[in-house]
Each structure stands twice: as C-alpha cells, then as structure tokens.
C-alpha cells in the first residue's frame, strides 16, 4: 500500500534515447471511460490514514490466513530458492512475511501502515520495517528477490515503485508480483454470471448486472489498447475510502495488469520469466493460452547479473 501522488492519473512512457518520459496524466474511472478532476491534498493524505488508522481494513486482513497465502507461496518456491534474502513489500499484518520465514527464506516485510505491522511483530519470527515502498531504506543491490502479494493495485505511482525495487535488488535478482489482474475481462464475466445466477458481484466495480456489463466492455477496450500500444500504460482510479467496504479492491489505486508491468520492466532490461500463473485447470490453461488477459498476475522478473546481459537483451553485440 502506498501513499497518493497529486491525482488519480494515466501515464503513458514513449522510448526515447536515454530516457523515459511520462505523457500529460489524467485519471480514468474504473467503469466509465471520461476524465474526472483529480484528489486534492486532503484526498491524499486521506488514503494513507486510511491505511494507518482504518481497523475495519485491519480485521479484514486477519481472515488471510495460511490457506489464503497457499498459491504466493507456492509461486514463490518455484521461482526463489531457500536461504535467499527476500524483501515482502506491502505485507501488511505480516503473516505472508513470517509464512516466508518458515519456509526457509531470510525475509524482510515491509508495509506503509505501522498500525498493520504491529501485528506482525507480534510473531517475533521476522523482521518488519514501516516505510513508503517509492523511498525504500535500505541501500542498493541489497536482497536477493523482491516480492508482492496483492499490493501493486495499492500503488498510486507504479514506475516509481518498480524502479525502486529494480534499484534494491542484488544483480541477478528475482522480482515476484502476485495481484489480480484488473483490467482482464474475466472479473467482469465471471461478476456478471454470478449475478445472473441471483449470486453477489464485486463490491464497487461489478454490484449490479449493468456495472458488471460497463465493467467488461472498459476492460476489453483497456485490453485492447494495452495490445497496440508501443509503450507501457498505467491506468488509476479514485479508490473507495467511504468504510463501507473492506476488501475487494474498493481501495484499489492502480489498475493492475501484466502487460504494462512485464513491458516497463523489460524497459529496464529486466527479463520476464513468466507473467500468469495458476493452480486449478481452467486458470493454468487461461495462464498458458492468454497470459495477458490472465485473472490473476503472477510476474516474475529477473534483474541482469551484469552490463554484458545488458548489452545482450538489447540487441547490442559487445565488441572482440
């Protein structure tokens, strides 16, 4: 979780000759595809109370219990070996940080929201630092891998967080995103079946059948443009602060997906292992036929060993 730069906002990043350089932002809204006035101040310091003061938030992050952490850490031993130094990046109570910790990872949490943490110190199985993942305190080329569960969506500048994570991470280094993919249109499908059915949606984005039809056809359209696109594209949206929701992504900031992460991380000259990821049937074959589209974002990078993979990702031949 994060704090909130000065509006809800799209960036868009154009290559160019040494540098990478945002375009005009705007906010888009999660079901409507218009330009809304972006926060003010109050709205940002709004949501990083939220997420230090809110108890509701907190009990809701108590029902993630072991099995709920299951896929994490699966995809976690898959890709990261034992003993390695790992950073747990937005893991709020700290229990996927101490589950890291018992599994034979010398683990690191770290959440924006000391009211959160407090809980996890209460383990004593691992260490637990309060700070804003855009200002890490820890120096470069530090931890072995970086990993995320269900935190980017929570990002209100997502460039600025991969880059800081790029910049803590040992050469060599493996980086792991797990988040659900807001922009597939699987969600929306799935809300609008279940609410046809007489079933219940996803609070804020799909509570209603119509919401649930405005949310696929903004998400195929997203798709679609994240396709074509030469450059990566963030989009963000005004999260729900009113309490009324604890959960389901009300508070989302960021609206997660693969194919803007895996394309600003190989502008970084990250290598992306794999982008989707699933353990039931029908999610590992969405994973293997559409990664992209995905439900859920299981990314994993790995930060070159030295200026010579550099040279090789880019296409550039080191001379004899």
Not at 63 to 83: A, S
Not at 217 to 240: E, G, I, M, Q
Request: hydrophobic share 40%.
């Amino acid at each position: 979780m994060n704090r909130l730069p000065a509006g809800f906002r799209r960036r868009r990043f154009r290559a160019r000759v040494g540098s990478v350089s945002p375009r005009r932002p705007k906010q888009i809204s999660v079901l409507r595809l218009d330009t809304q006035f972006a926060p003010d101040s109050h709205d940002r310091r709004a949501l990083r109370q939220y997420f230090e003061t809110n108890r509701s938030y907190l009990r809701d992050l108590r029902t993630h219990d072991e099995p709920y952490h299951r896929q994490f850490l699966t995809l976690v031993r898959q890709w990261i070996p034992p003993g390695t130094r790992v950073l747990d990046v937005g893991c709020g109570t700290g229990l996927s940080t101490v589950l890291l910790s018992r599994a034979g990872y010398n683990t690191v949490g770290v959440d924006i929201s000391s009211l959160f943490l407090q809980e996890g110190g209460q383990h004593g199985e691992a260490d637990f630092v309060a700070a804003d993942a855009e200002s890490l305190p820890f120096p470069s080329a530090t931890f072995g891998a970086v990993v995320a569960f269900e935190f980017i969506e929570h990002v209100a500048d997502v460039p600025a967080v991969l880059t800081e994570f790029i910049r803590i991470l040992k050469p060599g280094g493996v980086l792991l995103l797990h988040s659900p993919n807001l922009c597939s249109p699987f969600f929306p499908l799935r809300d609008l079946f279940s609410l046809l059915l007489g079933g219940k949606g996803r609070p804020v984005f799909a509570e209603t059948p119509d919401q649930a039809w405005q949310w696929l056809a903004t998400n195929l359209k997203h798709t679609v443009h994240k396709f074509r696109s030469p450059f990566p594209d963030f989009l963000y949206r005004k999260p729900d602060l009113s309490g009324q929701y604890a959960g389901g992504d009300a508070d989302s900031v960021y609206l997660a997906c693969q194919i803007d992460l895996a394309y600003y991380l190989r502008r970084q000259h990250l290598d992306i292992l794999q982008k989707a990821w699933g353990e039931k049937r029908l999610s590992r074959w969405l994973a293997f036929l559409l990664p992209n589209c995905a439900p859920y974002i299981a990314l994993v990078a790995r930060k070159p060993r030295d200026v010579n993979e550099i040279l090789c990702s880019s296409g550039i031949r080191q001379p004899p």
